[in-house]
């Protein structure tokens, strides 16, 4: 009875610490696919839009855009900021000269009062066209939530660490328990091996936005998880002694 208990115990050490990851990069996901659909759309090229990936509720931060002009004159396009907010979506517009050729960088404040869908902040910039100057779009999502009073970056450090730390010592001390077929251990230490490395890939992609790479990787992540604890961890079914 104490072997099956520890060994669930692992399985949900480690189960935790896949779902942790996935939270995590699904989250941040979710956070950039709102923004890309909040906000009025424009056909044209890409605006350099930055923002926090995560922010706590009582922490500011700080939307970046960097406006540019590709002509050899000065252009004067207006440029409009459309910010999440509790009491509907904020619209800022205000023009920026660009001599020829130059870049601009221009921020803007958000805080607790921009958050919407109970723990997102959602930004939309827009450099309006001018003249033979094509109009840019940007988009970005920050995700705001508490966690002992950390800030933003340090949460997202944490829980990076503590779900490999968790699929780590999930996977070791389900090694430890195991009496089973030595093939067999190997075949399910592989897998999981092969689904901590999926997750944990999602999780560095999503650090610099590759939004599509960390979808696929999710779901394939998601797959991998059914098909292991179905066929090697809840049902095993060793043969021999």
């Not at 992540?221 to 095993?236: C, D, G, H, K, N």
């Amino acid at each position: 009875m104490k072997l099956r208990l520890l060994s669930l115990l692992a399985v949900l050490l480690f189960a935790g610490g896949v779902l942790l990851q996935l939270a995590l990069s699904g989250g941040m996901v979710w956070a950039d696919v709102e923004a890309g659909v909040y906000g009025t759309q424009v056909a044209g090229g890409s605006l350099n839009l930055s923002c926090p990936l995560m922010l706590s509720s009582s922490e500011p931060g700080l939307i970046t855009a960097v406006l540019a002009n590709s002509l050899d004159r000065q252009v004067l396009p207006v440029v409009t900021a459309e910010i999440s907010s509790a009491g509907g979506r904020q619209s800022l517009s205000q023009p920026f000269a660009l001599a020829a050729h130059e870049t601009r960088i221009v921020q803007w404040p958000v805080d607790r009062s921009n958050v919407v869908f109970g723990g997102l902040i959602l930004a939309n910039v827009i450099q309006g066209r001018y003249g033979e100057l094509d109009p840019r779009q940007g988009s970005c999502g920050i995700l705001v939530f508490s966690l002992f009073d950390l800030k933003g970056t340090a949460m997202l450090v944490l829980i990076s660490i503590s779900g490999i730390a968790l699929v780590l010592t999930g996977g070791m001390l389900w090694r430890r328990l195991q009496a089973g077929p030595a093939e067999r251990v190997e075949q399910t230490l592989k897998a999981c091996g092969g689904l901590a490395g999926v997750t944990t890939l999602a999780l560095l992609t999503g650090l610099p936005r590759w939004w599509g790479l960390t979808l696929f990787l999710d779901a394939f992540a998601l797959i991998m998880l059914s098909v292991i604890f179905t066929e090697f961890l809840l049902f095993p079914k060793y043969q021999g002694s």
